[in-house]
């Protein structure tokens, strides 16, 4: 089980690279995440975009990434079809989103007849590590799903767990996290949150074990969990926390990069390939662990 995004980066540096299409990559920061990812033997590359344009900026600015492919694609929408046909054609692994709006990217994923889609939502996992350095954390979703009902709540989860066990985590335990630890009515995720835990007792949601509603302190912390006498297997012990909608996990992933200086990586889930779509507040030590994580995925799926 891998047990921090250190061990995790490492891991996938001594595996064969996958390779990356990044859509519209003329970009300073998608550069210079490429030039180290490769550095660090995370990934290969392809950009899509003004071929012109990303050949000066690399010459400009000394990159070394001599060894990328660039295809010319000029709009937003171009370069994101381009991505993912590259990606449905074996030619490369993962798509990242580069320089453009998550919405025009997603509309090339999503496409029903070109894109990446599944039966399953598409979703979003933060991934960060407790401060001990003992294991991972997964939040989920922080990024995609605005505001999930049940049915969407219970792919988000699958999809999280499916992440999870991946990366060596067989069980994982699942925590529904809301203001409180209490089914309150005037609270509709709190009720979710219970219907949900009941589902996975009677084996409508596999391989975890779930449970909720919780606070964030009594989900990951035992000390806050025993004070409040909340017992069970995923009190204070939780490895997915499964946000109520995209307000609250949109802070808290920010939160724990501005405010508890973590280190983060995202993921895209429930598509046939998993997406590498890091927002600009992202640091570019966090744009490489998200590389790092999507990278690992593949080659599980491979190996
Ligand atoms: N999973 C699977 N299919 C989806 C999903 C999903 N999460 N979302 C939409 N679809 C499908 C629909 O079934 C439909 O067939 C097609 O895609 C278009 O659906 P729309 O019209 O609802 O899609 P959009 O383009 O309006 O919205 C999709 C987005 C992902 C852009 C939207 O959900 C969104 O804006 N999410 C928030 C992204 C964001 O702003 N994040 C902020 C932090 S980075």
Known sequence: ??????????????????????AQAADEEVLEVAQLALKKCLAKFVFLGDKKKIEEMIEKGNYKLDDVEIVDATTD???????????RNGKADI???????????MKAVLDREHGLRTEQLVTQVTVTDSNDGEKLHFITDCAMNITPDLKNKKQIIENAVSLARSLGCDCPRVALVTALETVN????ETLDAAILSKMNERGQIKNCIVDGPFALDNAISEESALHKGIRGKVAGKADVLVVSDIRMGNVLHKSLTYYANKRVGSVIMGTSHPLVMTSRS??????????????????NRHG
């Open 77 to 87: 929408k171009e370069c994101s079809q381009k991505a993912v046909e590259l990606v």
């Open 185 to 188: 009515e005037a609270m509709p």
């Open 95 to 105: 798509p990242m989103k580069g320089l453009l709006p998550t919405a025009e990217f």
């Open 282 to 299: 992202d640091s570019i030590e966090d744009k490489l662990v998200s590389i790092a994580i999507s990278s690992l995925m593949v080659s």
């Open 1 to 22: 089980m891998i047990k921090s995004l250190a061990e995790l980066s490492q891991k996938v540096s001594g595996l064969p690279p996958n390779t990356i299409a990044v």
